[in-house]
């Protein structure tokens, strides 16, 4: 409700995980945001998932993944390149401060 009742988004999609929202896609003009449930990171990352009081994830949007993949190829993976159910191709690494972030491309 911050992003839609505060900032103006518009919900685009949401994604179900264990019988409440996981993530919704949210857009205002040419920004798209992605907010995700604790419950649902922890899902999707699996052993990759490391609890802490202060940390981020973010979520990038570029043109093709598979040119990111060779930049990344020598960090900290923790989400490999994977193809997903909601159409996007995305690979995951943790960078030096701790924080996650997600590069995708649309399938």
Not at 11 to 36: K, N, P, Y
Not at 61 to 88: C, F, Q, S
Request: glycine share 8%.
């Amino acid at each position: 409700s911050f992003f839609k009742d505060r900032l103006g988004f518009t919900a685009v999609t949401d994604v179900e995980h264990a019988g409440s929202i996981g993530f919704t896609l949210l857009q205002r003009g040419d920004v798209t945001v992605m907010v995700q449930s604790d419950a649902s990171v922890r899902a999707d990352m699996g052993e990759g998932y490391v609890p802490s009081p202060h940390r981020a994830f973010l979520y990038i949007v570029v043109d093709d993944v598979e040119l990111v993949v060779p930049e990344v190829a020598d960090t900290d993976i923790v989400l490999p390149l994977r193809k997903t159910a909601y159409g996007m191709h995305e690979i995951g690494v943790r960078e030096p401060a701790g924080n996650t972030i997600v590069f995708a491309s649309r399938l």
